[in-house]
Each structure stands twice: as structure tokens, then as C-alpha cells.
């Protein structure tokens, strides 16, 4: 039963995939951590800490709106979780703050972390001026060209910003340089900023990103008495995703539905749908689908949302895909690109172009099915405004 089946079997494996595939240098430090994150997990007053800074400078719980016009134009009922109301923008900060908790716990003096559209760098930005710590933010100088107000705010926040040539010199490239100096530094905290990578990071990040799913099951319950037919995520390293589908992955009446960039879509070879296109490989630490070349090596993705342009994804949405339990979805530019006009709108909130992958997938799913439906905002789209006033 499916039930069973996702329990994890061994410490950091999702059935087949995950694990840790690093070397020897960083096995230590991982360990170290891992043992941190059990004990700081269990302990009352390191969650009660966590909640307390979630609900005080965060500002959750996000509000679950009901988005009325979509819902009338679809012909469903939707939901909107508002993760593009939390301090910052987008969900990101949720694991950032939890992640900067237990790096002061295990007395860090620096923060390393990755970034793609920015938001990651500038939620862990926060939290290490938050507390204190020294942060040095790696990114890909095309991305750093794609998002410079989020160059900008990280270098505001004291963050020291290192960007990369290597590759295409996006988020693939940044994490490959972040692992390069994290084996050179192993005394340094790596704040790693999706569901991905080698254990414990896709159990950590999901932990911290589970209030999502607490919240809005909740909320749904609150407002409407009963459990939504269907849910929707993007999903770039999928922990916006799996932060939502975590509260509702034993209710199988639940319908789970995630959405991929999808680039210039199938048969163009430019996409970043890992699911839908990749194949299982090692790749960055972990065992789990990845967009591939003809001789089965991990290559480069595309999308137009720095966020979801990224060759892997999390090692429990592989085995979420392999099980069934969860559908994942290819939307193109184009598709995002429309359901960012139309949320902005119909709504008056202008999503982040990684969720607006996530609204294109609803609202054609959705299509007078008459469905009670969440759809998780992960971002708003501050940060996409400039380049769709280029395009326009
Ligand atoms: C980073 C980001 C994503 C993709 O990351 P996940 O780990 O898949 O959630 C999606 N939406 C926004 C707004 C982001 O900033």
C-alpha cells in the first residue's frame, strides 16, 4: 500500500533515491549535521524558537485566499496559499530561518548558500544578518544579470556575493562552486535552499518547509469542512511543493498535481522538466531524476523562471513520481508567462513566474472540473516585472 510505502525505508532514502554520493571530506560535516537537525527536531524549545520567529518576523501564517474571479473563470474552486506574503517574498525564508536556527545552535561562523532567481541568496541573506553570521551567497552572473534588485538586497543585507562564469552560469553552476568551496571549507554551515542534495538536506528542507502544508490543510478544513479535491505546486528543486503535498500525501482522495518548467517545451531540447524528461542519476550529492545528454551525463536546463532552471530535482519527488502519488506536469514559458497576466489581472497579485507555472497548470486542469482546489503561491513577482517590461 501506498501508505507504507512512504515511510522513509533507510536514514535519507525516499524508496530508491536520495542517499549521500559526496566525498570523503564532506562526510563528517554531513554527519555532524544530520545529528544536529534529529536532536534540534525533537527538542521543545528549538521548535518553539522556530515559531516564534515564523510568526513574528515572517508574519505566518500566510493567509489561504479564496481567489474568486479565477474561480469563476475556471469553473473551480480555488484556493490561493499566499507564500508570497511572507517577509522576503516567497517561501524560502521558512527554510532559511530554520536552517540559520541550527547553524547558531552548532555555533556557525559562516553561512554559505546557492542561488537561482535570487530569492534564495536574499532569504538566507536575512537570516544571517538576522543573526549575525557572515554569508557568502554563490550565483551564476547570468542569473545575477536576470535578477539584479536581488543582487542588490543581498549586498544590502552584507552579503558577500560570489558569482560564476562556469557552464551557463545558473543555478546548476552555483551550486557546483557552493560544493567547491564547501569541500574547502568544511567548518562552514551550507544553508542549501531546495529539497535537494545529499541527506539530510531533502528530509531538513522539507521539515522546514512542512508548514506550509500544516497551514493550509487547516485552513481548508476552517473554511470549507472538508479536504480539497486537488493541490498544485511548481516545482524547481520541489520544496514549495513538497512543503504543501507533505500535509496531504496520506489522503489519497487528494488528488497531487506539480508543474515543471517546461522551457520552450517537449521536442526543443531547452526545458528544465526533470520529472517528465530526465532520467534517474547521481547528480549534486543525490540519487534522483536529472535532465541528461545522449550518453546519460547530467546537462543543463532551461526555463524562464531562474528558480525552476535547474537539471535536478528532490530525491522524494522522484519516488512521489515512481509511486503514482503525485502527477507532475510540463508548462512552457509561454504557458507562465499568460498565467502571470492573468493572476495579476484577475486577482491583483502578481505571482512570481515560478508560481505562475503552478496557476497555468490549475487553470488548465482545473477547467470546469467544479474542484475545491489549493494552489500554493510560492512567490510574488517583484522580481519578474523588469523582464517582462523588456519583452513586452
Ligand atoms: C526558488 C523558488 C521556486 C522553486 O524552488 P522549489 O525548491 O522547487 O520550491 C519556486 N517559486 C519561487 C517563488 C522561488 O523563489
Same mark, same amino acid.
Given at each position: @500500500?501506498?501508505?507504507?510505502?512512504?515511510?522513509?525505508?533507510?536514514?535519507?532514502? $525516499?524508496? &530508491? $533515491?536520495?542517499?549521500?554520493?559526496?566525498?570523503?571530506?564532506?562526510?563528517?560535516?554531513?554527519?555532524?549535521?544530520?545529528? +544536529?537537525?534529529?536532536?534540534?527536531?525533537?527538542?521543545?524549545?528549538?521548535?518553539?524558537?522556530?515559531?516564534?520567529?515564523?510568526? %513574528?518576523?515572517?508574519?505566518?501564517?500566510?493567509?489561504?485566499?479564496?481567489?474568486?474571479?479565477?474561480?469563476?473563470?475556471?469553473?473551480?474552486?480555488?484556493?490561493?496559499?499566499?507564500? !508570497?506574503?511572507?517577509?522576503?517574498?516567497?517561501?524560502?525564508?521558512?527554510?532559511?530561518?530554520?536552517?540559520?536556527?541550527?547553524?547558531?545552535?552548532?555555533?556557525?561562523?559562516?553561512?554559505?548558500?546557492?542561488?537561482?532567481?535570487?530569492?534564495?541568496?536574499?532569504?538566507?541573506?536575512?537570516?544571517?544578518?538576522?543573526?549575525?553570521?557572515?554569508?557568502?551567497?554563490?550565483?551564476?552572473?547570468?542569473?545575477?544579470?536576470?535578477?539584479?534588485?536581488?543582487?542588490?538586497?543581498?549586498?544590502?543585507?552584507?552579503?558577500?556575493?560570489?558569482?560564476?562564469?562556469?557552464?551557463?552560469?545558473?543555478?546548476?553552476?552555483?551550486?557546483?562552486?557552493?560544493?567547491?568551496?564547501?569541500?574547502? %571549507?568544511?567548518?562552514?554551515?551550507?544553508?542549501?535552499?531546495?529539497?535537494?542534495?545529499?541527506?539530510?538536506?531533502?528530509? @531538513?528542507?522539507?521539515?522546514?518547509?512542512?508548514?506550509?502544508?500544516?497551514?493550509?490543510?487547516?485552513?481548508?478544513?476552517? +473554511?470549507?469542512?472538508?479536504?480539497?479535491?486537488?493541490?498544485?505546486?511548481?516545482?524547481?528543486?520541489?520544496?514549495?511543493?513538497?512543503?504543501?503535498?507533505?500535509?496531504?500525501?496520506? !489522503?489519497?482522495?487528494?488528488?497531487?498535481?506539480?508543474?515543471?518548467?517546461?522551457?520552450?517545451?517537449?521536442?526543443?531540447?531547452?526545458?528544465?522538466?526533470?520529472?517528465?524528461?530526465?532520467?534517474?542519476?547521481?547528480? &549534486?550529492?543525490?540519487?534522483?531524476?536529472?535532465?541528461?545528454?545522449?550518453?546519460? &551525463?547530467?546537462?543543463?536546463?532551461?526555463?524562464?523562471?531562474?528558480?525552476?532552471?535547474?537539471?535536478?530535482?528532490?530525491?522524494?519527488?522522484?519516488?512521489?513520481?515512481?509511486?503514482?502519488?503525485?502527477?507532475?506536469?510540463?508548462?512552457?514559458? !509561454?504557458?507562465?508567462?499568460?498565467?502571470?497576466?492573468?493572476?495579476?489581472?484577475?486577482?491583483?497579485?502578481?505571482?512570481?513566474?515560478?508560481?505562475? %507555472? #503552478?496557476?497555468?497548470? #490549475? #487553470?488548465?486542469?482545473?477547467?470546469?472540473?467544479? &474542484?475545491?482546489?489549493?494552489?500554493?503561491?510560492?512567490?510574488?513577482?517583484?522580481?519578474?516585472?523588469?523582464?517582462? @517590461?523588456? %519583452?513586452?
Amino acid at each position: @500500500m501506498f501508505r507504507e510505502e512512504t515511510i522513509i525505508q533507510k536514514e535519507g532514502y $525516499f524508496g &530508491q $533515491f536520495g542517499g549521500s554520493f559526496v566525498p570523503p571530506v564532506l562526510e563528517s560535516p554531513l554527519a555532524r549535521l544530520s545529528e +544536529a537537525f534529529n536532536a534540534a527536531k525533537s527538542n521543545p524549545r528549538f521548535i518553539e524558537e522556530y515559531r516564534y520567529y515564523l510568526k %513574528h518576523y515572517v508574519g505566518r501564517p500566510s493567509p489561504l485566499y479564496y481567489a474568486k474571479r479565477l474561480s469563476e473563470l475556471t469553473g473551480s474552486k480555488i484556493y490561493l496559499k499566499r507564500e !508570497d506574503l511572507n517577509h522576503t517574498g516567497a517561501h524560502k525564508i521558512n527554510n532559511s530561518l530554520g536552517q540559520i536556527l541550527l547553524a547558531n545552535h552548532m555555533g556557525a561562523k559562516e553561512i554559505i548558500a546557492e542561488t537561482g532567481a535570487g530569492q534564495h541568496g536574499v532569504a538566507s541573506a536575512t537570516a544571517a544578518a538576522l543573526f549575525g553570521i557572515p554569508c557568502k551567497i554563490f550565483m551564476g552572473s547570468r542569473d545575477a544579470k536576470r535578477q539584479k534588485l536581488n543582487v542588490q538586497r543581498m549586498k544590502l543585507l552584507g552579503a558577500e556575493i560570489i558569482t560564476t562564469d562556469q557552464g551557463t552560469a545558473s543555478l546548476k553552476d552555483a551550486v557546483d562552486v557552493a560544493l567547491g568551496y564547501y569541500i574547502e %571549507h568544511p567548518d562552514s554551515f551550507y544553508l542549501l535552499g531546495s529539497a535537494v542534495g545529499p541527506h539530510p538536506y531533502p528530509t @531538513m528542507v522539507k521539515f522546514f518547509q512542512s508548514i506550509i502544508g500544516e497551514e493550509a490543510r487547516k485552513q481548508i478544513l476552517e +473554511a470549507e469542512g472538508r479536504l480539497p479535491d486537488s493541490i498544485f505546486a511548481c516545482v524547481g528543486g520541489g520544496s514549495n511543493a513538497i512543503g504543501l503535498f507533505s500535509a496531504f500525501l496520506n !489522503d489519497l482522495a487528494v488528488e497531487i498535481h506539480a508543474a515543471e518548467g517546461g522551457g520552450e517545451g517537449p521536442g526543443t531540447n531547452r526545458s528544465a522538466s526533470t520529472l517528465v524528461l530526465g532520467k534517474p542519476t547521481v547528480f &549534486q550529492g543525490t540519487y534522483s531524476y536529472c535532465i541528461t545528454d545522449a550518453d546519460g &551525463q547530467p546537462t543543463t536546463a532551461y526555463s524562464i523562471a531562474s528558480g525552476l532552471d535547474y537539471p535536478g530535482v528532490g530525491p522524494e519527488h522522484a519516488h512521489l513520481k515512481e509511486t503514482g502519488r503525485v502527477t507532475y506536469h510540463c508548462i512552457t514559458d !509561454d504557458e507562465a508567462i499568460q498565467a502571470f497576466y492573468l493572476l495579476s489581472r484577475l486577482e491583483g497579485i502578481i505571482p512570481a513566474i515560478e508560481s505562475s %507555472h #503552478a496557476i497555468a497548470l #490549475a #487553470a488548465k486542469f482545473l477547467k470546469n472540473k467544479n &474542484q475545491l482546489s489549493i494552489i500554493n503561491l510560492s512567490g510574488r513577482g517583484d522580481k519578474d516585472v523588469e523582464r517582462e @517590461m523588456e %519583452h513586452e
